[in-house]
């Protein structure tokens, strides 16, 4: 529950009189004096305004309509011209917009200041211990079971799944009937051949084979994104591992990426690999030589 100061109160107190004020002001002035009404009419922004950055969007929404309804009537009795008219009802919009703008500005604001100051979770040793290893087929897939071998394997008790994640090719006016069947066709092989490829980079950082098990999920319409979060559930696994691929922001736009929406929304910390970028020499460019992957970001949520 909220708990509110005097001095918050009061702030709040000052929204309604100001609106009574304004309002009186308004209907006890002569209709004859348009411009004083011009004025009073945009003094009703004020109390909107402190109402959105005290409570928010529905703060400012609901002042915004309480002023509507008390300034409507004397829209009616007011003198009224076509221009007079079609100003005072573009203000009674411009209320509610400002008023829901600046709230919900306020709103996102907030949250975003209680999430940058949330408290740590308690220790626990159970971090690296499930591993889960998203593979889609990609170079940077098979860079993600390298590294998730090389910080975890030195574990004994740490166990690996390997999470095969087929390429979203859907019907449209790009993809004809063929390319579909060959898509499905080939989708069994190509996850059999990424967990092998897998299975023997993480034996190489050393985890054995009885510590590396493999879940290819049925093919259901689900996005990416969620199959991993659905398996992390239903697994519990500590960390997942994902491949990182570099897109445009209107490629993101328009069809996703997985590894950010999983930074987000992931309830474990999450490690992006991006693929190794090879440079002239033949070698990872901005990388020492053993160097097997570049981890663009990570996240860890209570």
């Given at each position: 529950?909220?708990?509110?100061?005097?001095?918050d109160?009061?702030r709040?107190?000052?929204?309604?009189?100001?609106?009574?004020?304004?309002?009186?002001l308004?209907?006890?002035?002569?209709?004859?004096?348009?411009?004083?009404?011009?004025?009073?009419?945009?003094?009703?922004?004020?109390?909107?305004?402190?109402?959105a950055?005290?409570?928010?969007?529905?703060g400012?929404?609901g002042?915004?309509?309480?002023t509507t309804?008390?300034?409507?009537?004397?829209?009616a009795?007011?003198?009224?011209?076509?221009?007079?008219?079609?100003?005072?009802?573009?203000?009674?919009v411009f209320?509610?917009?400002?008023g829901?703008?600046?709230?919900?500005?306020?709103d996102?604001?907030?949250?975003?200041?209680?999430?940058?100051?949330?408290?740590?979770?308690g220790?626990t040793?159970?971090?690296g211990?499930r591993v889960?290893?998203?593979?889609?087929g990609?170079?940077?897939?098979?860079?993600?079971?390298?590294?998730?071998?090389?910080?975890?394997?030195a574990?004994?008790?740490t166990?690996?799944?390997?999470l095969?994640?087929?390429?979203?090719?859907?019907?449209?006016?790009?993809?004809?009937?063929?390319t579909?069947?060959?898509?499905t066709?080939?989708?069994?092989?190509?996850?059999?051949?990424?967990?092998?490829?897998?299975?023997s980079?993480?034996?190489?950082h050393?985890?054995?084979?009885?510590?590396?098990?493999?879940?290819i999920?049925?093919?259901?319409?689900?996005?990416?994104?969620?199959?991993?979060?659905r398996?992390?559930?239903?697994?519990?696994?500590?960390v997942?591992v994902?491949?990182?691929?570099?897109?445009?922001?209107?490629?993101?736009?328009?069809?996703?990426?997985?590894a950010?929406?999983?930074?987000r929304?992931?309830?474990?910390p999450?490690?992006?690999?991006e693929e190794?970028?090879?440079?002239?020499?033949?070698?990872?460019?901005g990388?020492?030589?053993?160097?097997?992957?570049?981890?663009?970001?990570?996240?860890?949520?209570?």
């Open positions: 529950m909220t708990s509110f100061s005097r001095r109160l009061r709040a107190a000052a929204i309604p009189v100001l609106v009574a004020v304004i309002t009186a308004h209907y006890g002035t002569d209709p004859t004096y348009l411009h004083l009404h011009v004025l009073y009419r945009e003094l009703y922004f004020v109390p909107i305004l402190l109402a950055l005290r409570f928010g969007k529905w400012g929404l002042t915004a309509l309480a309804a008390l300034y409507a009537p004397h829209i009795i007011s003198i009224r011209t076509p221009e007079s008219t079609v100003g005072n009802v573009l203000e009674i209320f509610c917009v400002f829901g703008i600046v709230g919900s500005y306020v996102i604001r907030r949250g975003y200041e209680k999430a940058m100051t949330r408290p740590e979770p220790p040793d159970r971090i211990r889960l290893v998203c593979l889609d990609s170079a940077a897939s098979q860079s993600a079971a390298s590294c998730a071998g090389d910080l975890f394997g574990d004994p008790e166990s690996v799944t390997l095969w994640l087929p390429p979203d090719v859907a019907a449209g006016p790009f993809t004809d009937g063929r579909l069947g060959e898509a066709s080939s989708a069994s092989r190509a996850a059999d051949d990424a967990i092998k490829r897998a299975t980079a993480l034996q190489e050393g985890v054995g084979e009885g510590r590396v098990g493999a879940a999920p049925a093919g259901g319409g689900e996005r990416p994104s969620d199959v991993v979060l398996a992390q559930r239903e697994g519990h696994h500590d997942i994902v491949p990182g691929h570099r897109l445009t922001r209107a490629q993101e736009f328009l069809f996703g990426n997985v950010v929406r999983l930074v929304e992931a309830p474990c999450v490690l992006v690999v190794p970028t090879v440079g002239r020499g033949g070698g990872p460019t990388a020492d030589p053993g160097e097997h992957a570049n981890a663009l970001s990570s996240s860890t949520s209570g």
